[in-house]
């Protein structure tokens, strides 16, 4: 299981992997963002702008259009690259609760 720090450090590692300000795939995305730690008990709350995911908090909020629920072990190889989205999403290993839309277009920025 991996630490609380790990996975703010996945989360920034995540955050960078997406696609940046300009990029055509995250031209007009405009959202707010969760991810459930399942193991930790710890919610990561952001906000996904142009490719940008900033705002990154653990404090309450209302709920976000892309939510992940996943443990921490899995949000750290996802931010590695060693778990790829789609078929962690479809294994049920994360859970990701979003409109169709935005699941297709987090799935190319990823």
Do not use: N, Q, Y
């Given at each position: ?16 992997r ?35 995911l ?17 443990s ?39």
């Amino acid at each position: 299981m991996a630490s609380a720090d790990e996975c703010r450090t996945a989360i920034a590692k995540l955050a960078a992997r997406l696609a940046g300000p300009g990029d055509t795939r995250a031209e007009g995305l405009d959202r707010a963002v969760s991810a459930e730690v399942t193991d930790l008990g710890v919610v990561f709350r952001g906000h996904l702008h142009d490719g940008v995911l900033d705002d990154i908090t653990t404090d309450d909020g209302p709920a976000a259009d892309i939510r992940l629920v996943l443990s921490s072990d899995d949000l750290v190889l996802l931010a590695s690259g060693e778990l790829s989205l789609g078929p962690a999403w479809l294994s049920g290993r994360v859970k990701l609760k979003a409109s169709l839309g935005d699941m297709l277009r987090l799935r190319t920025m990823l």
